[in-house]
């Protein structure tokens, strides 16, 4: 067996935060300090007052699926006997669209509107990757 | 009263290069592209004194290309990058330029070089330099380059609406008729809804049939006035009416951006500028990178209500002797894809009344352009006569 490698490369001050948290189980995301606006993925400034106080917080971690389609071809060591992935854009309660993955469901089952919640899925060499399950 | 850039300026000239497997580098394919289109309007080189350009997804064609070219005395050059709606965007550019002096002839040239001997046909599509750890999350979860947003997009679709398979189906079927009658498409061999389904999956929703070609070739296209227009070579095509809309941020769920796109507030616009209606539209050339964006492109222009396109396209009306003539060189899924430029070539050839076998009705041609992940879109409205 080759030696197992990083799913992905070292994180950055930019979204160490973002790592960090999904080491710990929580799905962080920068909330705009005075609108109070989250967005995703990383910014320098709030999208919508361009505010440049922008802050890390824990997500409530649910949302509901946007859309959904099926990998149907491998190109990475992640999709290796897992086809189809089931793959999903998820609108998270905070207001933001996020891309993911969705497990522990039925990929005939899985429909707009779905509720689901966000968990956490570990790399060969211990890096958290969050993905959604049905809530 | 008449919109002073209804039929001010005028599409004089075309040039297209050899397309798909053609390993030549961008920059050279664009100056081919150039030297035809010039040949083809029976200027001169030195008649040209504007070059807009815009590279697709190999960027390798910018300023330098009019040295390339020998042009040393142009009154207007730039690169323009607005991902699929340039191509439109570049016309409406030099009509305006044209239009107030500017400059008198404006050439507009694309081209790319994607296929590279050795390499898998989607490699250059699929992205390369992922170098932050968060750049990093997107293939880990299959999401490599725009055709799985896109995939969403049409899924979203099925799931709201009740579109089928089969009404994508019925979009990469009827391209294919018409580019049978295309002697410059890629894609000729018929094809019926068993090819269809027999094509292997990428991402479903989509085969690979749902997705547009990958073409190394270059495209140009000459905008000059209704005036000197009329005194040149070929018959002039005009620009009748022209309008863009951009928007949508795909991180935001404040937006159903895979159904209402950008091209809802464009064609409204293009169509006031040519005083026309919908009604008057006499066959359509939609930017078509996957079969779905034809389906919500024509519902977004309101050729039928939101989640009725399924429907509407079921009874061949777009493909050869249909109600509503579309993408009648083949399009993008079989013709070639040279971005935006692809339906606006194909909208010279008909606005000249040059397509021969697939000729269609071109009193009024209504072209889209469409980039990102249906974020960013251009319409022109184009006839063989000005208002």
New interface residues.
Partial sequence: MPEARP??????S??RP??EGAQHGKLRLQQCSDCKDW????RKRC?TCGSTHLQWADACGRGTV????????E??P??AGRL??V???V??DE???????LVDVDPAKV???MKVVVTFEHSPTGEA?AVFKPA | MKHPMNSAAAICGLGVTAMGRVYRDAEDLAAEAVYLAIEDAGLKKSDVDGLLINAGVSNAVSIPLHVTLGMQELNVLTFMQGYGSSAGQMIQYAAMAVANGLANYIVCVFADDPLQEGQRTGAAYVGAGRRSAMGSLYPLYGFAGALPMYALAAQRHMDLYGTTQEHFAEIAIGQRKWAAMNPAATKREPLDLAGYNASPWVVQPFHVLDCCLVSNGGVAVIVTTAERARDLKQPPVYLRGFAQAHGHDAGRSDKDAAIHTPAARSAPKALAMADAKLADVTQCQIYDCYTYTVIATLEDYGFCKKGEGGPFVADGKLGPGGALPTNTGGGELSSYYMWGMTPIAEAVIQGRGQGGQRQAKNELILVSGNGGVLNYHSTLALSPRAA
């Fill in positions: 799913w992905l490369p070292e994180p950055d930019s979204n973002y790592f967005m995703f993925p990383v999208q946007y859309s959904h389609a099926l990998l149907r071809r190109y990475h992640r999709h189809p992935l793959m999903a854009q609108d998270l207001g933001v669209r996020v891309n993911s993955n429909e707009v509107g990757i």
